[in-house]
């Protein structure tokens, strides 16, 4: 499956020196109802090339990856990806990879943080102000409808605490002050052997959630 990405907001990312590993945004986000981006925490090990283009590498790299079965063996994340489309769609597990021609995919961390999902040895209070100016000048950018954060730990605590305004507390579902018309969820890591993540719950939980806050 081939999957591109618009780079029309390029000019855009490369005025904001904090933005350092930019977004994939699907070819078809800006036309998206609701414009969707999905949030990870950030690379966890050393890539060719430059760390600009680690997610969109990344990113296409697991989508190009995947067999006419619907596995994907080369991309130990693949899950992750495939899960959260499956979440959207509400289709099968091996029928929503082409939801991501309309969503944007971007990382917290602008800078490599560990060696592997378990190595966070990189993080410095200062490289979490950094990551959370950078977070809010790519929501300008994007203006995301609906942001899906990946982790209800670790990465809830990472985000912004001031200026949060829940919608639902118990979910971790809130808005900003700053950016009212921009909905974000944290939901189990759809990848963490540690997090479970039932695809068939999670599919009802954001319809739940779209039906309320959304429409």
Not at 11 to 40: N, Q, R, T
Not at 76 to 99: C, L, P, Q, V, Y
Not at 133 to 143: G, T
Request: glycine share 4%.
């Amino acid at each position: 499956m081939d999957i591109y990405f618009d780079d029309s907001y390029d000019d855009k990312f490369e005025e904001h020196e904090k933005i350092k590993i930019w977004p994939f945004v699907g070819e078809c986000y800006h036309s998206a109802e609701p414009k969707i981006m999905v949030l990870g925490e950030s690379p966890h090990w050393d890539k060719d090339g430059s760390l600009q283009e680690t997610s969109r590498n990344n990113l296409m790299d697991y989508i190009e990856s995947i067999r006419e079965d619907g596995s994907a063996p080369r991309w130990a994340h693949a899950t992750g990806f495939r899960n959260t489309a499956a979440m959207i769609t509400g289709k099968g597990f091996k029928e929503s990879d082409e939801k991501w021609y309309d969503m944007a995919f971007y990382n917290f961390y602008q800078f490599i943080i560990g060696v592997n999902s378990k190595d966070k040895s990189k993080i410095t209070p200062e490289r979490i102000i950094f990551s959370k100016k950078a977070f809010f000048d790519v929501i300008k950018i994007l203006s995301p409808d609906f942001i899906i954060a990946w982790g209800v730990s670790k990465l809830y605590n990472w985000l912004p605490q001031e200026g949060r305004i829940f919608l639902n507390k118990e979910k971790k579902l809130y808005k900003y002050e700053a950016f009212p018309n921009t909905v974000i969820w944290h939901i189990n890591h759809p990848s963490s052997s540690w997090q479970r993540f039932d695809l068939e719950d999670w599919q009802e939980k954001y319809k739940d959630i779209v039906q309320m806050f959304l429409n």
